[in-house]
DNA sequence: GCCGTTTTCGGCCCGACTGTTTTCAGTCG
């Protein structure tokens, strides 16, 4: 995609243009930056229809910045950049991973002592040359010995669902001594966001220092990075940071709306504070010096004219006007989903036999369960052929008697065929309750060919759902490109829904396509894509993928009665 | 470099921590 390139070059650039201290020039760059990063629309096919004209109303973006993005697009190159390298030319995007190494910084080690990379720098830290600089001392240099050593193991974010189980496990941590009060997540974290790169936390206490000595000692602390009265960082064995800050009661409100963020969520609530004559900072909102709010976060949005806002919505992308225009969606809740409708038994790759799997649903909370195991071609995860399902569909209905409490939906996640037939026989698809449609091979088709693909098969009129959507997998693949607009308009005439995979590994749908699909009028289901039980838990951050796409409850079906769920399909 | 219900010029979010400084610059979020 070409906005993250993009994105990535323009924000290199702010630091190159911060080093030549340019620094307004240089905040212009990086805003640009994060507005590409969530932009949901690819700034080549912004060009491509309205040429440079259209290029200028992407938020931030001028005449200058328009030509460089024009530039890119046409020769792959913007260079701009190439001339700020030749000022300075050093490895800026692996020097500034250093801990406390900024463009500033940086300078000051290329000028003194030539360095231009991590090994010079690693180099030269050893032979005792940092320390002797203006600016640095002993400490910093120990710090940047250290700090090298982590910058490999800390090249890259996290899925959510292996930071956030850790991070309430320190959490529980400190809610147990008995030095602090009301303990929060702030950050990303609590903003659900899919990926992570460090985790923030808030307590409040009048024993800070104590507080502080615990936090730095928990069990997996590799690397204290400070350690204060009111915020210490420490890096865990698992390659993330964790900040903890403590903060005053009457400011905890304040605090908490703060670190949230986003970064540009919070700029912009502090321009329609100042706009009102009010100060908002992490203490509170202030009408001079006096304090108007800061004890809670809803009194803080009130006090400068806006309600409550949930956290997953904090991105800056509409939330603030909603907001100011009583238009805010009322966010499904994390206890609406009904049913799970997209599991694996030890049929297909799953773990469990039906009836332990449809037992442990039952204690999960649910009303329901679709059994869809693997059918068609993918032999690799034993799918099942139609004999097998016949077979299979049988024990669901005997499984089904002797359960109370819990319906099982006889179901099937089939493969979609590169031309868009599915894997089994329609007649046999018929007799199922509930049909899931997958891609499984030829990832690497355009984006043409694959959305022809999806539409064939979503006019298919047994296929109820499209699993995952775009394919994607952390770390593994990028996911295949789709026509959305086509994409969402077949799926709303065939009453296709698609699925928000909730494993950790793909949460699929994304939030922008989630939105895009509800504003579209096409239904969605939340899924864990179950194999052992365990995974019927992370059910949570498909929900959460839910919410940051501004669903309500309507708009996923599997929040409902099982009658009206299937009925839907009907 | 961007932007405009005070503005086409003159602003641009705001504060803590660190290391080194001996009052502050740089970094970070």
């Not at 801990?99 to 005792?128: F, S």
Request: aromatic content about 6%; glycine content about 8%.
């Amino acid at each position: 995609m070409l906005n993250q390139e993009l994105a990535q070059i323009l924000s290199l650039m702010a630091d190159y243009l911060d080093m030549d201290e340019a620094f307004f020039e240089s905040r212009a760059y990086s805003k640009v930056a994060r507005v590409l990063e969530s932009m949901e629309q690819d700034v080549g096919v912004i060009y491509q229809k309205g040429g440079i004209k259209a290029i200028k109303q992407i938020q931030g973006v001028g005449q200058g910045i328009a030509y460089k993005i024009e530039e890119y697009i046409k020769t792959g190159r913007v260079s701009r950049l190439g001339q700020l390298k030749k000022k300075c030319p050093v490895d800026l995007e692996n020097l500034s991973r250093v801990e406390g190494l900024g463009p500033r910084k940086i300078k000051i080690l290329y000028k003194k002592l030539k360095i231009k990379n991590l090994k010079d720098l690693g180099k030269a830290a050893k032979a005792g040359k940092v320390a002797l600089l203006d600016g640095f001392g002993s400490q910093s240099e120990q710090n940047i010995l250290g700090a090298i050593k982590f910058v490999k193991a800390s090249n890259e974010r996290f899925p959510i669902g292996e930071i956030l189980p850790l991070v309430r496990e320190i959490i529980k941590e400190l809610e147990d001594l008995p030095l602090g009060g009301q303990i929060s997540l702030a950050g990303s974290l609590r903003r659900m966001k899919e990926t992570i790169k460090d985790a923030d936390i808030l307590i409040t206490s009048n024993k800070p220092e104590q507080v502080m000595e615990h936090f730095v000692k928990i069990k997996g602390v590799v690397k204290i990075w400070a350690q204060g009265k009111t915020k210490s960082s420490v890096r865990f064995k698992k390659g993330f940071d964790c900040d903890l800050r403590v903060v005053k009661k009457k400011s905890f409100g304040a605090a908490l709306q703060y670190f949230t963020g986003s970064k540009d969520h919070n700029i912009s609530t502090r321009k329609i504070a100042k706009k009102k004559g009010l100060k908002l900072n992490e203490y509170g909102v202030y009408k001079g010096d006096r304090q108007i709010a800061g004890k809670t976060e809803k009194q803080v949005y009130q006090a400068i004219g806006l309600p409550y806002i949930e956290p997953e919505l904090r991105t800056n992308s509409g939330e603030i006007e909603a907001g100011l225009n009583n238009q805010l969606p009322k966010l499904i809740g994390y206890d609406d989903i009904k049913g799970d409708v997209h599991c694996h038994t030890n049929w297909s790759d799953g773990r469990e036999s039906i009836k332990s799997l449809a037992r442990a649903a039952k204690k999960f909370g649910y009303q329901y369960l679709a059994i869809t195991d693997h059918a068609g071609f993918l032999k690799i995860a034993h799918a099942l052929d139609e004999k097998q399902l016949i077979k299979q569909m049988s024990q669901i209905d005997k499984v089904n008697q002797k359960l109370s409490g819990i319906k099982l939906i006889k179901g099937a996640e089939v493969d979609i065929r590169p031309d868009g037939s599915l894997a089994i026989e329609d007649k046999v698809l018929a007799q199922l309750g509930l049909v899931i449609g997958a891609v499984h091979s030829m990832f690497k088709m355009n984006r043409k060919d694959m959305t022809q693909r999806l539409i064939k098969a979503m006019n298919n009129p047994n296929l109820n759902i499209v699993a995952h959507p775009t394919g994607r997998v952390f770390r593994k693949r990028q996911g295949y490109q789709l026509d959305w607009p086509i994409i969402f308009k077949a799926a709303k005439k065939t009453r296709t829904a698609l699925e928000i995979n909730a494993h950790t590994t793909r949460l699929d749908l994304k939030d922008i396509h989630i939105r895009q699909a509800i504003e579209s009028g096409v239904k969605l289901v939340i899924s864990a894509d179950v194999h052992p039980i365990s995974y019927l838990s992370m059910v949570e951050y498909g929900i959460a993928q839910a919410r940051r796409g501004w669903a309500e409850s309507k708009d996923i079906l599997n929040t409902r009665p099982l009658k009206s769920f299937l009925k839907y399909f009907e």
